[in-house]
């Protein structure tokens, strides 16, 4: 658990719990031991056991919990997916905020896995973006490879992509390109996006390892594989939905960069019952 995750699950019990629960305060004696299940109410990829498991053991360090299961793992509608014993007023006021980092991070597991089935196996690569949620980036890019998909960059600091403002910035593909060619560790990967064929030869011809196909249509994309010719990676990226995810991957590309993996994930439905 890294101190930003330790400050998130802080954060989140504090703005539920404010100055006491009392509710829970009020009809439980502080003594009472509980014992409860947390149940899935469809089937799901879950993630976030870990986390969970540390919200509950936030109030009550002694609360046991025990899973057949770990993250990733696809879990059927009725199956028991945590079993928890301890405080039973640390079990009702943690119930919450638990099930918030559980449910949010195995629906994007869930939903993940519906768009790496789609693919079969593929040889292409299937990533997520930086559209996640203020805060929770480390946690929902960590369920995206629960879900079975691979993660772009993490943040501004550990990759160069070039976008179109960044040119319009420079002037140009060619000087954005030079100039950090220029300033960068030979380690470093210069990835430019593009959109349209022009924008393609432009960046091969500046040396850029990687070239982001932006919102291109299925028969532009197939022409651009072919002018690349593996002369750079290739990624695809806009738009891009379910339904055309294997057209995409039969066009040749390397990575499918899916933005929705984490934006458009729905809660996965999760219960605790208290027995």
Known sequence: MTPHLDQLIDMALAEDIGTGDITTDYLVPCHNQGHGIIVAKEDIVIAGL??????????????????????????????????????????????????????????IATHVRTYVNALKHRRVRLVDTRKTTPGWRVLEKYAVRMGGAHNHRMGLFDGILIKD?????CGG?????????????HLI?????????????????SGADVIMLDNMDIAHIREAVSVIQRRAVVEVSGGITLKHLAELAETGVDLISVGALTHSARAVDLSMRIQ
């Open 189 to 205: 990967k210069i990835e430019v996006e593009v959109s349209d064929l022009a924008g393609v030869h432009e960046a091969l011809e």
């Open 165 to 169: 403002n960044h040119i319009a910035a």
């Open 50 to 107: 870990d986390i969970a498991k540390t919200v509950f053991q936030r109030l009550d360090p002694k609360v046991r919990l025990q899973s057949a299961y770990v993250d990733g793992a696809e879990i059927g509608c009725g199956d028991t997916v945590l079993v928890l014993e301890g405080s039973l007023r640390a079990l009702l006021t943690a119930e919450r905020p638990a099930l918030n980092f559980l449910q949010h991070l195995s629906g």
């Open 173 to 185: 593909i060619r000087l954005a390109v030079a100039s950090a060619r220029k300033q960068i560790s």
